[in-house]
């Protein structure tokens, strides 16, 4: 089992979209995929179709007291744990336990046996949650906008990156993504540019093409399942096909 934890502490960089789709992408070609929402926005639950998550459903408990993680839910052929505002909450109440940050990782020890991938959701901040997430994780996937405000958070990124690697030194990024990418636009041309002379892995950028990312969101679906046909899903399978390749897992862009 490997555990990927799509990362970047600013705000709107599609890390919610390539968590679910890159998620379906790999069951529907044969993994056994656990997705984990640590969000309190909850952005990856509503749009999985999830609704009635109370507390106990999501990582609360393991996350402030170690306890095992929830049973998941089931949706489009997946496992997920879901999140809830309430999950806020556990963020203060961590900082009072020692050893806090690393509960979901060690929880994720008793799903070894029965996952061949854990997908989690990070929230965009940098705090106990985030840590909870980076720590759990054996390597980051880290969506870049390419818009100045992702170059902006490059320093950032960088910094928390060697925080986290205090705790595991051996924590590296399996994948750069970046996204929102408008090929007719000199500026993310530019930024690309940037992009590929200062990261690696990097993978090819995601094209801006928001209509059917938010016509699935509304869905409740994988574009995968709302627009198996479309240049999304190509654009889908062509970042999961990138990311199989860097971590060696096995993934079939025709699968379905």
Same mark, same amino acid.
């Given at each position: 089992?490997?555990?990927?934890?799509?990362?970047?502490?600013?705000?709107?960089?599609?890390?919610?979209?390539?968590?679910?789709?890159?998620?379906?992408?790999?069951?529907?070609?044969?993994?056994?995929?656990?997705?984990?929402?640590?969000?309190?926005?909850?952005?990856?639950?509503?749009?999985?179709?999830?609704?009635?998550?109370?507390?106990?459903?999501?990582?609360? !408990?393991? @996350?402030? %007291?170690?306890?095992?993680? #929830?049973? $998941?839910?089931?949706?489009?052929? +997946? *496992?997920?744990? =879901?999140?809830?505002?309430?999950?806020?909450?556990?963020?203060?109440?961590?900082?009072?336990?020692?050893?806090?940050?690393?509960?979901?990782?060690?929880?994720?020890?008793?799903?070894?046996?029965?996952?061949?991938?854990?997908?989690?959701?990070?929230?965009?901040?940098?705090?106990?949650?985030?840590?909870?997430? !980076?720590? @759990?994780? %054996?390597?980051?996937?880290? #969506?870049? $906008?390419?818009?100045?405000?992702? +170059? *902006?958070?490059? =320093?950032?990124?960088?910094?928390?990156?060697?925080?986290?690697?205090?705790?595991?030194?051996?924590?590296?990024?399996?994948?750069?993504?970046?996204?929102?990418?408008?090929?007719?636009?000199?500026?993310?041309?530019?930024?690309?540019?940037?992009?590929?002379?200062?990261?690696?892995?990097?993978?090819?950028?995601?094209?801006?093409?928001?209509?059917?990312?938010?016509?699935?969101?509304?869905?409740?679906?994988?574009?995968?399942?709302?627009? =198996?046909?479309?240049?999304?899903?190509?654009?889908?399978?062509?970042?999961?096909?990138?990311?199989?390749?860097?971590?060696?897992?096995?993934?079939?862009?025709?699968?379905?």
């Amino acid at each position: 089992m490997i555990a990927l934890t799509v990362f970047n502490h600013a705000g709107g960089a599609g890390k919610t979209s390539l968590t679910l789709n890159m998620g379906h992408e790999l069951a529907v070609s044969g993994q056994r995929v656990l997705l984990i929402d640590l969000d309190p926005q909850a952005s990856l639950t509503g749009w999985m179709g999830i609704s009635g998550v109370a507390q106990e459903d999501t990582v609360f !408990a393991t @996350a402030v %007291d170690g306890l095992p993680l #929830p049973t $998941p839910f089931k949706a489009h052929s +997946l *496992d997920v744990i =879901p999140s809830h505002m309430v999950l806020a909450l556990a963020e203060g109440q961590m900082m009072g336990r020692v050893g806090a940050q690393a509960h979901l990782r060690e929880a994720l020890d008793a799903f070894e046996a029965r996952y061949d991938v854990v997908l989690i959701d990070s929230p965009p901040s940098l705090g106990q949650l985030s840590i909870l997430g !980076a720590l @759990a994780a %054996d390597q980051m996937i880290v #969506p870049v $906008p390419t818009r100045q405000k992702g +170059l *902006d958070a490059l =320093p950032g990124l960088q910094v928390a990156m060697t925080q986290y690697r205090k705790v595991r030194p051996d924590l590296a990024v399996a994948l750069y993504v970046p996204t929102f990418y408008d090929a007719r636009r000199v500026h993310d041309r530019e930024v690309l540019a940037e992009l590929q002379a200062h990261l690696s892995p990097l993978a090819a950028p995601v094209p801006q093409r928001e209509a059917v990312w938010l016509d699935s969101t509304m869905q409740g679906a994988p574009v995968g399942i709302y627009a =198996p046909n479309s240049p999304v899903h190509d654009d889908v399978r062509r970042v999961t096909a990138d990311l199989a390749a860097v971590i060696g897992l096995p993934y079939h862009q025709g699968a379905a």
